[in-house]
């Protein structure tokens, strides 16, 4: 069993819903949480992190945390076409810059 | 602000070649890291490198190696390659070692072994 689990799509959703994403974790060791974001052909670029259980709000994204259960959730409201990529959760160990990163997962946002 | 800088951004080897793959850091930045990301097993940790030292090592063999310069600068090196090495490498900087995850990645680089 992976450390990470992400469901990889491919998500496909008409422009303007809401798009749900969210990984499960199983060594609770980890203590942030990190959303990335992958357009095709670049790297990853760094969307949201979150230290704590609860919800965290930027703009039309959410992240959700829930350590009792070890599951984390991104929400990306009112969804565009430029928003079409590969999100990626990704869980850093206390020290140093060693992510370990869900399989990702493909959205498709349709105009 | 320039961002990470990989070259070559496309490279074809055969098996039994030997790679070496460059990244420049954001300036000011000091910590170094390399992924491999492939579509079987995704985003994996190869290492990490803080002045000069390697400080954290990912599950992969002997044959993956890297090293940092003065500079920051890093370069990581494949000996005696084979086909499951086919990925894109991806390399990512941030200022200190503070585990927070916040890397700055950059295009990469996609090797092809043939």
């Known amino acids: 069993q992976k450390e990470v689990e992400q469901d990889p799509g491919p998500l496909s959703v008409p422009e303007g819903a809401i798009v749900s994403l969210n990984c499960t974790y199983s060594?609770?060791?980890?203590?942030?949480f990190m959303w990335y974001r992958q357009y095709s052909r670049k790297g990853p670029e760094l969307l949201m992190y979150t230290y704590s259980s609860g919800n965290k709000e930027d703009g039309r994204f959410t992240a959700q945390v829930d350590k009792s259960s070890k599951y984390i959730s991104l929400f990306i409201r009112d969804s565009q076409p430029s928003d079409s990529a590969t999100y990626l959760c990704a869980l850093p160990r206390a020290a140093g810059n060693k992510l370990t990163f869900g399989g990702g997962t493909r959205v498709l946002v349709k105009p | 602000k320039a961002g990470v800088t990989q070259t070559p951004r496309y490279l074809i080897k055969t098996r039994g070649q030997q790679v070496t793959l460059s990244c420049s850091p954001i300036?000011?930045?000091?910590?170094v890291s390399w992924y491999q990301q492939t579509p079987g097993q995704g985003l994996q940790f190869l290492f990490e490198?803080?002045?000069?030292?390697?400080?954290n090592k990912g599950n992969f063999p002997g044959r993956f190696s890297g090293r940092q310069f003065s500079n920051s600068r890093s370069e990581m090196n494949v000996s005696t390659l084979e086909l499951g090495d086919s990925a894109l490498y991806l390399c990512?900087?941030?200022?200190?070692?503070?585990?927070?995850?916040?890397?700055?990645f950059g295009e990469g680089s996609r090797l092809t072994v043939l």
């Open positions: 300036s000011g930045h000091r910590s």
């Open positions: 490198y803080f002045s000069e030292t390697q400080r």
């Open positions: 060594n609770s060791a980890f203590q942030y």
């Open positions: 990512a900087s941030s200022f200190g070692r503070v585990g927070t995850g916040e890397l700055f």
